[in-house]
């Protein structure tokens, strides 16, 4: 109950802060909203470039719409974020195989919608992702995956990594 000595202004301003304090804890976080902004290729390329890591592309391009290509247009800036994490965390060098461009599986939570990255599995990649995560069983694909505590999904492909960053 509102105290009749407090102005209506104030007692308004409570009602409403009392409210939002029985709502808040019902409301579930998007995990697109958690996964940032969509970035430009050049934008996210900046980013990786200045913590240090690179790409490869077999077609030495970025075109989103050809799968020779590593792009990172509309990649989330969780995802970039989760990288430079990983590569800070981890000590080792990064190098990024596969991006947002097209050819990889559909999905919610896929390339093509900014949540995923492929890595290069280097020893020291795989080592620190064996260690520091906790095995979580195969994919559909047979794929072993390792989880963060953060919710990340790393499965060893035949050829990479594939990281999902939720």
Request: hydrophobic share 35%; charged share 15%; with cysteine.
């Amino acid at each position: 109950m509102i105290s009749p000595r407090l102005p209506a202004r104030t007692g308004l301003a409570a009602a409403a802060l009392t409210a939002l304090a029985v709502v808040a804890p019902l409301v579930t976080a998007d995990p697109a909203a958690a996964s940032g902004t969509k970035l430009t290729h050049a934008q996210a390329a900046g980013r990786l470039r200045a913590a240090g890591i690179s790409w490869t592309s077999s077609g030495h391009c970025s075109d989103r719409n050809n799968r020779h290509c590593t792009s990172f247009t509309r990649i989330n800036s969780g995802t970039v974020s989760g990288i430079i994490t990983f590569k800070r965390a981890s000590h080792c060098a990064v190098t990024i195989t596969g991006g947002t461009e097209t050819g990889h599986a559909p999905g919610r939570y896929s390339h093509w919608n900014g949540y995923k990255v492929d890595v290069s599995p280097t020893g020291c990649v795989t080592n620190y992702i064996k260690h520091a995560f906790r095995y979580v069983g195969r994919r559909g694909d047979g794929a072993p995956m390792y989880k963060s505590s953060a919710g990340n999904i790393y499965a060893r492909e035949s050829s990479h990594w594939d990281i999902t960053y939720m």
